[in-house]
């Protein structure tokens, strides 16, 4: 069987856990030479054993430092030779915060994690994107952009809410470059730091009786969502949101 990302090359950022491993983990299962970055949560040896031999290019960075994210695209094109796939993955609640309790500074940090990592990145991955072929942007936000998440997630969900609109704009400005731009909104995704962190067993409980589908959701189940945006088929598709989210939401 022929693989979806055969000779294709694939950055995908805060990809040493959750979603983002398992993005890079079947990126590389389909063919594509990897690379991923990471702050806090470094990749284990050989996380993408059994996937492929190649080992992938981690990278430390902070996604919110200018510098250091131009270093990284550096550092993907002289060992890697280029970038085909660039899947902005970083981002996180940080800490719950209601109107009343949020400082300007956590503000801005949440913001700065979750909408300008995905600005920085895109940028400085630009030209390397235009010298690829039939290249692709994913971006992945969450459920919360459309619902505002649950109390304490106001400037997460105003941040990803911008994701869909970031998204549209870069899709009608790339177009002619022919890099389709896309996002993916995940809902109740189990066994990532957002909801080992910040959700208890009971919210947990309550929400997944919600969904129709009647499971939580996996990492991998956006992973294949993300594979499809990042392959040819599709190719046609560009400025969208595509929900992953078991029927919790309906646009």
């Known amino acids: 069987m022929n693989q979806l990302l055969a000779g294709k090359t694939a950055l995908v950022t805060g990809g040493g856990i ?3 491993k ?5 990126f590389a299962q389909e063919g594509a030479r990897i690379a991923i970055t990471y702050r806090t949560h470094e990749p284990d040896p050989g996380f993408l054993e059994d996937s492929t031999s190649q080992e992938p290019l981690a990278l430390a960075v902070d996604a919110t430092d200018p510098d250091q ?4 695209i550096a550092s993907v094109e002289r060992e890697l030779g280029g970038l085909d796939v660039l899947v902005n993955n970083v981002g996180g609640l940080v800490q719950r915060a209601t109107l009343d309790q949020l400082t300007i500074e956590l503000w801005q940090s949440i913001l700065r994690v979750n909408l300008d990592s995905t600005f920085l990145f895109s940028q400085a991955a630009l030209p390397l994107l235009r010298r690829g072929s039939h290249s692709r942007i994913v971006n992945i936000a969450s459920l919360a952009g459309h619902t505002g998440g649950h109390p304490g997630a106001l400037a997460y969900a105003t941040a ?7 998204t ?8 002619p470059d022919g890099i389709t731009v896309n996002s993916l909104a995940p809902g109740f995704i189990e066994a990532t730091p957002f909801h080992d962190t910040f959700t208890t067993a009971e919210s947990k409980a309550r929400t997944v ?3 129709p589908l009647g499971r ?11 594979l499809w945006l990042a392959s040819g088929y599709a190719g046609y598709v560009t400025g969208t949101v595509t929900d992953v989210n078991g029927g919790q939401y309906f646009r």
């Open 18 to 20: 959750g979603i983002g």
């Open 69 to 72: 994210v131009s270093a990284a």
């Open 160 to 166: 990803k809410a911008a994701l869909f609109g970031f």
């Open 216 to 226: 939580a959701g996996t990492p991998e189940d956006v992973a294949g969502a993300a």
């Open 168 to 175: 549209r704009a870069l899709a009608t400005e790339l177009a």
């Open 209 to 211: 009786a919600g969904i």
């Open 22 to 26: 398992a993005i890079a983990r079947l």
